[in-house]
């Protein structure tokens, strides 16, 4: 069993309240900027915006915000959305026999998350993206294909300006 100590140690240490300031003013930025590009230039629905603000959470608290961890993170989200949207598809279309395969999906995937065999398209992602997308309230009001789109553009979008972010500041630290 691995020690909590262990764990915690191995966590990059938070900011300093300054740079904590200038982290939150760079993500308030980000946030308005994905609202606006979401809404005005995709025509998103705010409702299927999620999709983006939930992969930024996911790949910043998850993945530490590395490019390379993108990938398997927007892959897993699109498998957790299928799940999400094969409950209500399979069983609106072919009743309870679709309702047990979608259920069979979902055990499926949850077994090979739980063994890792194959984590470029089922992991953590896929698990919290499930969770949401086979929430009822969600499954009622999203446009599942804006929730893709969403997610798949909002992904690239953060993940783009983060990466640029941090080599701007990677040349700022090294000039200096």
Request: a positive charge; hydrophobic letters at 70%.
């Given at each position: 069993m691995t020690d909590v100590t262990t764990v915690a140690s191995e966590v990059a240490p938070p900011p300093g309240?300054?740079?904590?300031?200038?982290?939150?003013?760079?993500?308030?930025?980000?946030?308005?900027?994905?609202?606006?590009v979401g809404l005005q230039v995709l025509h998103i629905h705010d409702t299927a915006l999620v999709g983006g603000f939930l992969m930024l959470w996911y790949w910043a608290n998850n993945e530490q915000?590395?490019?390379?961890?993108?990938?398997a993170a927007i892959i897993g989200a699109l498998v957790?959305?299928?799940?999400?949207?094969?409950?209500?598809?399979?069983?609106?279309t072919y009743g309870n026999t679709g309702l047990v395969v979608?259920?069979?999906?979902?055990?499926?995937?949850?077994?090979?998350?739980?063994?890792?065999?194959v984590p470029?398209?089922?992991?953590?992602?896929?698990?919290?993206?499930?969770?949401?997308?086979a929430a009822p309230l969600v499954q009622l009001h999203v446009d599942w294909m804006e929730l893709v789109l969403s997610t798949v553009v909002g992904g690239v979008f953060f993940g783009l300006v983060v990466e640029g972010l941090q080599r701007l500041a990677a040349r700022f630290a090294s000039a200096s």
């Open positions: 309240p300054i740079a904590g300031l200038a982290i939150l003013g760079i993500v308030l930025v980000l946030i308005v900027a994905w609202i606006v915000l590395q490019f390379k961890r993108l990938p957790g959305i299928f799940l999400g949207w094969f409950l209500v598809y399979g069983t609106l979608g259920l069979v999906l979902l055990v499926l995937a949850l077994y090979l998350d739980i063994i890792k065999a470029l398209a089922v992991n953590t992602s896929t698990m919290l993206y499930v969770t949401i997308a």
